[in-house]
């Protein structure tokens, strides 16, 4: 083997080889160097670090590198180590579906033990490292503890005796480096579907507020309009200037969507557009799906998901990966432009979430999907001309070809419409219609006492879920038959006794005649005899100024909120002055 080694090798080689330095805690001091490209980090420094630090029976030597580097850092350190030098160079990899029983570990180990008494090398990646500590966890996690006994020992063992040295330590040790194995059945993320939709609301105010944010920060936004309307723009951040600007935006207009009063939206806006306020107190006030959403929406703006996906390059930091092994359509991490990473997904969620968004909105949907889509609107959908128009809505007149510009226009069998005309036309719309199957399915279950709820719970969110069961229970039940059919001041009513604190309606034992300690037992029973009797008597003085004071002192727009209260009145009704 010829090989000529430069100083500035050397020099480099002896500061690393300090292995007496320590630090505070009597650990030997890690060494980080630098060098450019092409100076022999790999080919020249690393043999000599692996030769000079390994000491028999001492220190084992464990070579970490990236996993696309692995065979071309083996080829090469076997080339130099061995031979002559008579180093084995042991390579060590680990899965989850590697099915180690309790011989093969103690085989390992022992082989590891062999390596350090002959001063050999151990060579293997981040991943395999970090699946072999999950694997020991899921061993024990599944009862296997003979087999996570013999596992955790070799832990132990190699964490006293191996010295890591990392190539390409940067990227080695970058954040993004980590492994989750999931346990137990697939799941939901909370807010199940609601996460998809509120996501793609956020988008859909990116796009809204893209171009106004490109031309306040020219600078540190990289923007192209879309050529289509419904078409999501070219838009991609290159710092964190103008992310506040964009995440104040997107939160007026999303509150602006919500069912809140303004002092409500004032609140919720602080909640999310602050990392450091508490949950806790909005628990009580809101439903536990509107909770869910403020904190999705709060880690999309004040916890910088957004920031994250948003400043990451399509198809050279992430893309759908196009291995037919691969079956998941999400996106997943690119380690190079158009290469997938193998075996790699996004960690966060709703980094995940995002990130699969942009991707088909910047690639389309396929041929494949497309029709996937026609079919499905053909054949499982009740009306697919009001959803069609709505695929259609936001398009310009002249963007969309007149013979589809309705469905009836639209022959699914004509592959030259299909091709020429259909899917260009729709490959990359983002709007999102509202499904008349949903309404059509949620009518039947609110009105067939019979039909079982199980089906629906995986399609919608347990608030979603609740609503329906009420409704279900006021129609197909009939409790608000039940209700109806009482009267008022005769059948039930405001209970008048001072000592009867409550202000739910009782029922009454004859006309103006409460039943004393007794209360309707059906809670929505109640609930619509208390809203009835109310309706019918008013409000009192006392509870109308309650209202005004309640208006006046804790209501940061009052105009507005008194302004909704007379705005089905007639307008001779009201007073002028008032």
């Given amino acids: 083997m010829n090989i000529t080694i430069r100083e500035t090798q050397i020099d480099v080689a002896q500061h690393m080889m300090q292995i007496t330095s320590r630090t505070n805690n009597s650990l030997p001091k890690s060494i980080v160097m630098q060098m450019n490209m092409g100076e022999g980090k790999t080919s020249v420094i690393l043999p000599m670090l692996a030769l000079s630090l390994s000491e028999p029976n001492s220190t084992l030597i464990r070579i970490v ?98 010295r890591d040295i990392l190539d390409e330590s940067d990227e080695i040790l970058h954040v993004k480096y980590q492994l ?9 993320v909370d807010a199940g579907a609601e996460r998809w939709a509120t996501i793609q609301s956020i988008l859909q105010l990116v796009k809204m507020h893209a171009e106004q944010i490109s031309m306040d920060f020219q600078e540190d936004v990289c923007y192209k309009p879309a050529e289509r309307k419904s078409a999501f723009p070219q838009f991609r951040l290159q710092s964190h200037k103008p992310f506040s600007t964009l995440c104040k935006k997107i939160a007026d207009d999303w509150l602006s969507t919500r069912p809140h009063r303004q002092k409500q939206r004032d609140d919720i ?34 916890s910088e998901v957004l920031l994250v996906a948003l400043k990451k390059r399509y198809r050279v930091n992430y893309g759908i990966n196009p291995n037919p092994a691969f079956k998941r359509l999400l996106a997943v991490p690119y380690r190079a432009k158009d290469v997938a990473t193998d075996r790699t997904e996004f960690g966060h969620p709703d980094v995940a979430l995002v990130l699969t968004h942009l991707t088909y909105y910047y690639s389309g949907l396929s041929d494949s999907q497309l029709t996937q889509c026609f079919d499905r609107l053909n054949d499982h959908e009740n009306d697919p001309a009001s959803i069609y128009d709505q695929w259609i809505l936001y398009e310009n007149a002249t963007a969309i ?30 709007t999102r219609p509202h499904r008349q199957k949903q309404r ?19 399609e919608y969110s347990p608030l979603d879920i609740q609503l329906f069961l009420v409704v279900r229970g006021l129609l197909s039940s009939e409790v608000l038959l039940v209700a109806l059919k009482k009267r008022y001041r005769v059948n039930y009513g405001i209970n008048p006794n001072p000592a009867f604190k409550r202000l739910l309606a009782v029922p009454y034992r004859a006309k103006d005649v409460a039943a004393d300690r007794t209360e309707f037992g059906h809670p929505d029973v109640a609930l619509v005899l208390t ?34 209260w007379l705005l089905y009145e007639n307008a001779t009704d009201i007073p002028t002055s008032i």
């Fill in 401 to 430: 070809p007149t013979s589809i510009q309705q469905w009836r226009g639209v022959n699914l069998k004509d592959y030259q419409q299909r091709t020429q005309l259909r899917f260009p036309a729709l490959r990359y719309n983002i």
């Fill in 440 to 458: 059509d399915d949620i009518s039947e279950l609110v009105l067939n006492p019979d039909l079982c709820i199980d089906e629906y719970v995986d």
């Fill in 531 to 564: 809203h009835l009797t109310y309706y019918y008597s008013g409000l009192s003085d006392s509870q109308l100024t309650q209202c005004f004071d309640r208006l006046n002192d804790h209501e940061n727009d009052p105009a507005s909120i008194y302004d909704q």
């Fill in 269 to 302: 806006s602080e909640l999310v557009l602050n990392p450091d306020l508490c949950i806790d107190e909005y628990v009580d006030e809101y439903s536990p799906l509107d909770i869910q959403l403020f904190l999705v929406v709060r880690g999309l703006l004040s």
């Fill in 180 to 188: 989750i194995y999931t346990v137990g059945s697939q799941q939901q």
């Fill in 65 to 162: 590198v990236l996993k696309s580097l692995f065979p071309t850092n083996y080829q090469s350190l076997r080339y130099k180590l061995g031979g002559l030098l008579n180093r084995r160079v042991f390579p060590f990899a680990c899965r989850r579906d590697m099915n180690f029983t309790n011989e093969q570990i103690n085989g390992i180990f022992r082989r590891f033990q062999q390596a350090l008494n002959n001063c050999d090398v151990i060579l293997t990646s981040p991943e395999d490292i970090l699946s072999f500590d999950l694997l020991t966890l899921d061993k024990s996690r599944r009862e296997e503890f003979d087999v996570s006994r013999s596992m955790l020992t070799m832990q132990r063992w190699l964490k006293k005796h191996t």
